[in-house]
C-alpha cells in the first residue's frame, strides 16, 4: 500500500474531511424532549434513517434530511417542527473541517489530484470544499449522478467521469456503509479508512486504517 502511486485519491467529504455535526444539531434540538439517557439511540435512529432515505430513488438532499429526522421523530412520538426539520439543512455550509485535515491534504494534494464525491447538494459542497483549504481536481455530488452512496450508481458516477479504473484510485472514507463497503464491491481495491469512531472497523473489506488524516501521506510515500 506504500508504494501504490494513484492517478486520483478520492474523499467522502462529510465526516471524513468536513466534522459532520448532524448528531450535535439534533442533540441540542432536541434535549427537552429526549432523555439524555435514551439520546445515543435517539441519535443513531437519526442516522440510520437518513442512510435508509438515500437507498431509494434520488431525491434532494433537503428531503433526505427532512423525511429522516420526521421519521426519527414519529418512531419516538415526539413532535417536531418544519423550521426544525429545516434547520439541519441549512447548517450544512457553515461546517469546517477536522482540526487533523487541512496540512496533510494540502501535502498530498502537491504529488496526487483529489477528487470529492459527497452525497451532499450541488448548493452545499462548496462552502465546506473551500474551507478545506486544499485544491481539488473534481468534485461529485449526488445530485449530478442522481444517486447516493452507498449505491454502486453512485461510484459509477464518479468512476466514469474521471475516465478511470477501480484500480487507479485511492478511495478515503471514515464510513465503511458509505464508502468502503461499496467501493470494495467496485473492485476498488486501495481504500483508507479514516477510524473517527463512527462505525467500527471492519479489516475484511481490506483498506489500510489510519487513526486520523495524518496517516494518509504515509500511506501513498509522502
Not at 451532499?120 to 483549504?133: F, P, R, S, T, W
Request: glycine fraction near 6%; charge should be neutral.
Amino acid at each position: 500500500m506504500s508504494t501504490f502511486k494513484p492517478k486520483f485519491i478520492t474523499f467522502d467529504c462529510y465526516g471524513t474531511l468536513t466534522r459532520f455535526q448532524m448528531s450535535e444539531t439534533a442533540r441540542t434540538l432536541y434535549a427537552d424532549r429526549v432523555p439524555a439517557a435514551d439520546m445515543p439511540f435517539f441519535l443513531r435512529q437519526f442516522s440510520a434513517y437518513r442512510l435508509d432515505e438515500v437507498l431509494d430513488q434520488w431525491k434532494p438532499y433537503e428531503q433526505v434530511v427532512k423525511n429522516a429526522i420526521k421519521r426519527t421523530c414519529a418512531r419516538w412520538n415526539i413532535q417536531t417542527t418544519e423550521e426544525e426539520a429545516g434547520s439541519f439543512y441549512k447548517a450544512v455550509p457553515g461546517w469546517g473541517p477536522h482540526p487533523d485535515v487541512p496540512e496533510p491534504l494540502a501535502r498530498v494534494a502537491k504529488e496526487f489530484p483529489l477528487v470529492i464525491f459527497s452525497n451532499a447538494a450541488d448548493e452545499q459542497i462548496m462552502h465546506n470544499v473551500e474551507k478545506l483549504g486544499a485544491p481539488f481536481h473534481k468534485v461529485f455530488t449526488a445530485q449530478q449522478a442522481q444517486a447516493y452512496k452507498p449505491r454502486l450508481r453512485a461510484f459509477e458516477y464518479m468512476l466514469d467521469n474521471l475516465n478511470c479504473n477501480p484500480e487507479d484510485v485511492l478511495h478515503v472514507s471514515s464510513s465503511l456503509r458509505y464508502d468502503l463497503m461499496p467501493a470494495s464491491d467496485m473492485g476498488i481495491k486501495n481504500k483508507v479508512f479514516v477510524a473517527r469512531g463512527h462505525e467500527p472497523s471492519t479489516p475484511h473489506y481490506g483498506y489500510t486504517e489510519i487513526s486520523d488524516l495524518g496517516g494518509l501521506p504515509g500511506v501513498v510515500g509522502l
